[in-house]
T-cell receptor, first 111, second 113 residues
Framework: SQQGEEDPQALSIQEGENATMNCSYK?????LQWYRQNSGRGLVHLIL?????REKHSGRLRVTLDTSKKSSSLLITASRAADTASYFC???????????FGAGTRLFVKA | DVKVTQSSRYLVKRTGEKVFLECVQD?????MFWYRQDPGLGLRLIYF???????EKGDIPEGYSVSREKKERFSLILESASTNQTSMYLC????????????FGSGTRLTVV
């Protein structure tokens, strides 16, 4: 599997429900980031969580990081149709020179 | 509102043409990147630059070159476009990748026919 691999690949929920996406990675990291991409557009940075942090919040977004399991999750609470997008995690590895992006989770929120 | 601007949203070019994709950022970032995005493959790094006139190869530099003559501008060049370079191209900049996220442009969808 690749560094920064999201799970599930696709997720369909009803408006108002919570959406949880997971990301696993392989190497030690400086930080892990989550991005959103609306269809055909560029990526938008959502949250950066550092390796010494366990949880961060931003509005309806909650990100957790478990470095012992090399995994992170993104929770979107009370989802809206406008949250329909692809979500990517990206890892900045220690000793590396670049950030690696996963293939993304496609989220569809039904009104 | 700070941003990264890519010169074209859609481009159609012929095989063998030399193609220039332009990217400008207004955040005074040292670091700039070019990615291509293909279904099922995620984002793959083509080239990046940490300073003016400096460039480094990413994971898939073959068939591409870059130019960074000014801090705010990072150009991607397809020397001789081929159909397998049909893709979405994304430019990004970053102040400090250890502490900040990336700012992406809106992307250029390039079709080579």
């Amino acid at each position: 599997s690749q560094q920064g691999e999201e799970d599930p690949q696709a997720l369909s929920i009803q408006e108002g429900e919570n959406a949880t996406m997971n990301c696993s990675y392989k190497t030690s990291i400086n930080n892990l980031q989550w991005y959103r991409q609306n269809s055909g557009r560029g990526l938008v940075h959502l949250i950066l969580i550092r390796s010494n942090e366990r949880e961060k919040h931003s509005g309806r977004l909650r990100v957790t990081l478990d470095t012992s399991k090399k995994s992170s999750s993104l929770l979107i609470t009370a989802s809206r149709a406008a949250d329909t997008a692809s979500y990517f995690c990206a890892t900045d590895s220690t000793g590396g020179f670049k950030t690696i992006f996963g293939a993304g989770t496609r989220l569809f929120v039904k009104a | 509102d700070v941003k990264v601007t890519q010169s074209s949203r859609y481009l159609v070019k012929r095989t063998g043409e030399k193609v220039f994709l332009e990217c400008v950022q207004d955040m005074d970032h040292e670091n700039m990147f070019w990615y291509r995005q293909d279904p099922g493959l995620g984002l793959r790094l083509i080239y990046f630059s940490y300073d003016v006139k400096m460039k480094e190869k990413g994971d898939i530099p073959e068939g591409y070159s870059v130019s960074r003559e000014k801090k705010e501008r990072f150009s991607l060049i397809l020397e001789s476009a081929s159909t397998n370079q049909t893709s979405m191209y994304l430019c990004a900049s970053n102040r400090d990748r250890k502490n900040y996220g990336y700012t992406f442009g809106s992307g250029t969808r390039l079709t080579v026919v």
